[in-house]
């Protein structure tokens, strides 16, 4: 992702790769460059670039667990800690993880037990919630 900002006949144009910034390079025009606008603009690159939450919820039990497509997802009977898009977490089964993580979550919710631990991440608030771990109690 490539971000710019103009201040003036100054343009600070910042590159990020992942989640943090890798260049900055400035075009001045002829003219000295500020530190307080290169300060800005990275501040805004990297504000633009972070991740909003990654959050950890303990003692859950699973209420909904369904698949669409290549994607699960599951809701748990007490609210998230935040807003997840349509009040799910999200996960792809096309991989170990996510069969793992779907085989954990089905047994926690016929059994009725409480998962003990499930981390998601979300890119920005009241977006989708993707799930990084779960971990059930025997």
């Given at each position: 992702?490539?971000?710019?900002?103009?201040?003036?006949?100054?343009?600070?144009?910042?590159?990020?790769?992942?989640?943090?910034?890798?260049?900055?390079?400035?075009?001045?025009?002829?003219?000295?460059?500020?530190?307080?606008?290169?300060?800005?603009?990275?501040?805004?690159?990297?504000?633009?670039?972070?991740?909003?939450?990654?959050?950890?919820?303990?003692?859950?039990?699973?209420?909904?667990?369904?698949?669409?497509?290549?994607?699960?997802?599951?809701?748990?009977?007490?609210?998230?800690?935040?807003?997840?898009?349509?009040?799910?977490?999200?996960?792809s089964?096309?991989?170990?993880?996510g069969?793992?993580?779907?085989?954990?979550?089905?047994?926690?919710?016929?059994?009725?037990?409480?998962?003990?631990?499930?981390?998601?991440?979300?890119?920005?608030?009241?977006?989708?919630?993707?799930?990084?771990?779960?971990?059930?109690?025997?």
């Open positions: 992702m490539i971000t710019t900002c103009v201040f003036g006949d100054d343009t600070y144009r910042g590159e990020a790769a992942g989640m943090s910034v890798s260049t900055l390079t400035t075009q001045t025009n002829g003219h000295d460059t500020m530190k307080l606008q290169a300060t800005l603009c990275l501040s805004l690159i990297a504000f633009y670039c972070a991740p909003a939450a990654a959050v950890s919820e303990t003692d859950k039990a699973v209420d909904r667990l369904g698949v669409q497509g290549g994607t699960a997802y599951f809701s748990t009977k007490d609210a998230f800690s935040t807003t997840c898009k349509f009040d799910v977490v999200y996960f089964i096309g991989d170990d993880f069969k793992a993580a779907y085989a954990s979550l089905l047994a926690a919710q016929t059994s009725g037990k409480k998962l003990s631990r499930f981390d998601y991440a979300q890119s920005a608030p009241g977006e989708t919630c993707t799930l990084s771990l779960v971990e059930s109690r025997s």
